[in-house]
T-cell receptor
Framework: AQSVTQPDIHITVSEGASLELRCNYSYGATPYLFWYVQSPGQGLQLLLK??????LVQGIKGFEAEFKRSQSSFNLRKPSVHWSDAAEYFC????????????FGPGTSLSVIP | NAGVTQTPKFRILKIGQSMTLQCAQDMNHNYMYWYRQDPGMGLKLIYYSVGAGITDKGEVPNGYNVSRSTTEDFPLRLELAAPSQTSVYFCASSNDVLNTGELFFGEGSRLTVL
């Protein structure tokens, strides 16, 4: 069955430090991949997406992610974290079955130390 | 521009009661989705719809029902509420999510079943 895993439940980084959030997926074909962010009490906002082509994709708020087919991974990175980046981050896979649907991973909670 | 509107934002139910969570979008999107979010579990897809009159089950449909009589509205019905249905529910919409990559989310409805 298709699945999305995010090995880190919670990560704490210092402001200004670099960040990498891990995501692995299980899916037979090349998937559609997304990263979403959820600020406290809010809905989800799309950070970036990968469909095909260049495996390094740029998103909003200075985030980027790299698709590695050999590792079935789509890790999210940011060179320098800001306090406002504290939020819940979700990796997701888009599935092209009878109808299009998006399956989410369990999420990684990011805390930022001033 | 309202986007995706969910009502109510908060609700407390007693075991065995029924209720409907309302979702409306004004973006003329064909696809609409209902997710539930539980701590450490990410978002689980309950039901989705690809257009008026067409719905399908997601990952966790038991205990829920949906209908889609218009493009704009996608209500979620809970029959015989159970404590396991205590969760935050998110409605989302999209037009061709696997090409655009973006789900538009409502602000969520927090349901407690006691």
């Amino acid at each position: 069955a298709q699945s999305v895993t995010q090995p880190d439940i919670h990560i704490t980084v210092s402001e200004g430090a670099s960040l990498e959030l891990r995501c692995n997926y299980s899916y037979g074909a090349t998937p559609y991949l997304f990263w979403y962010v959820q600020s406290p009490g809010q809905g989800l906002q799309l950070l970036l997406k990968y469909f095909s082509g260049d495996t390094l994709v740029q998103g909003i708020k200075g985030f980027e992610a790299e698709f590695k087919r050999s590792q079935s991974s789509f890790n999210l990175r940011k060179p320098s974290v800001h306090w406002s980046d504290a939020a819940e981050y979700f990796c997701a896979v888009g599935l092209k079955t009878s109808y299009d649907k998006v399956i989410f991973g369990p999420g990684t909670s990011l805390s930022v130390i001033p | 521009n309202a986007g995706v509107t969910q009502t109510p934002k908060f609700r407390i139910l007693k075991i065995g009661q029924s209720m409907t969570l309302q979702c409306a979008q004004d973006m003329n999107h064909n696809y609409m989705y209902w997710y539930r979010q539980d701590p450490g579990m990410g978002l689980k897809l309950i039901y989705y719809s690809v257009g008026a009159g067409i719905t399908d089950k997601g990952e966790v449909p038991n205990g829920y029902n949906v209908s889609r009589s218009t493009t704009e509205d996608f209500p979620l019905r809970l029959e015989l509420a159970a404590p396991s249905q205590t969760s935050v529910y998110f409605c989302a919409s999209s037009n061709d999510v696997l090409n655009t990559g973006e789900l538009f989310f409502g602000e969520g409805s927090r349901l407690t079943v006691l």
